[in-house]
């Protein structure tokens, strides 16, 4: 008996050490040339996910399904930021100089990220898409906004 409950409480740690990335969270308003963080919302998931990078672009909304947009961005994510459990990957990424114009100031763009990740002891190829409405300002917000479930998911096994 003693076994089962030392087995069954290991299990239950290591499937905690197991994580995958569910969205993104980010400033509702964002001003140009200044950075902001880009939160990838992890949560505990039953096999291993190795994060390798994230991207991202901004789009007039409503944006095209799919799609990044314009002024892309990107960031390695590697093994440091791959399966951290419940704990959300924070990434410094910059709002691009080209939203400070008269088409993007004082309005809604949609942020889109795509993270690629290989799932599972097969290292199965998965591009996830996520997106959140942000507005261009003159001051990055204190508030955030976070995507709900995912915009796009080409899975490629």
Same mark, same amino acid.
């Given at each position: 008996?003693?076994?089962?409950?030392?087995?069954?409480?290991?299990?239950?740690?290591?499937? !905690?050490?197991?994580?995958?990335?569910?969205?993104?969270?980010?400033?509702?308003?964002?001003?140009?040339?200044?950075?902001?963080?880009?939160?990838?919302?992890?949560?505990?998931?039953?096999?291993?996910?190795a994060?390798?990078?994230?991207?991202?672009?901004?789009?007039?909304?409503?944006?095209?399904?799919?799609?990044?947009?314009?002024?892309?961005?990107?960031?390695? !994510?590697?093994?440091?930021? *791959?399966?951290?459990?419940?704990?959300?990957?924070?990434?410094?990424a910059?709002?691009?100089?080209?939203?400070?114009?008269?088409?993007?100031?004082?309005?809604?763009?949609?942020?889109?990220?795509?993270?690629? *990740? !290989?799932?599972?002891?097969?290292?199965?190829?998965?591009?996830?898409?996520?997106?959140?409405?942000?507005?261009?300002g003159?001051?990055?917000?204190?508030?955030?906004?976070?995507?709900?479930?995912?915009a796009?998911?080409?899975?490629?096994?």
């Amino acid at each position: 008996m003693r076994f089962s409950t030392l087995t069954t409480t290991a299990l239950a740690s290591a499937s !905690l050490a197991s994580a995958r990335l569910v969205g993104i969270s980010a400033p509702t308003t964002l001003a140009p040339n200044t950075t902001f963080d880009l939160t990838l919302i992890s949560e505990g998931y039953i096999q291993t996910v190795a994060d390798i990078a994230v991207a991202w672009g901004f789009q007039l909304a409503p944006g095209y399904t799919g799609a990044l947009g314009s002024f892309p961005g990107s960031a390695y !994510l590697g093994p440091e930021k *791959s399966n951290q459990g419940q704990e959300n990957v924070t990434i410094t990424a910059t709002v691009p100089p080209g939203l400070d114009s008269e088409s993007w100031r004082g309005k809604d763009v949609v942020l889109t990220a795509g993270i690629y *990740s !290989l799932y599972g002891a097969s290292g199965g190829p998965v591009v996830g898409g996520f997106n959140v409405t942000v507005r261009i300002g003159n001051v990055t917000s204190n508030q955030t906004v976070s995507s709900d479930g995912w915009a796009f998911n080409n899975n490629g096994v």
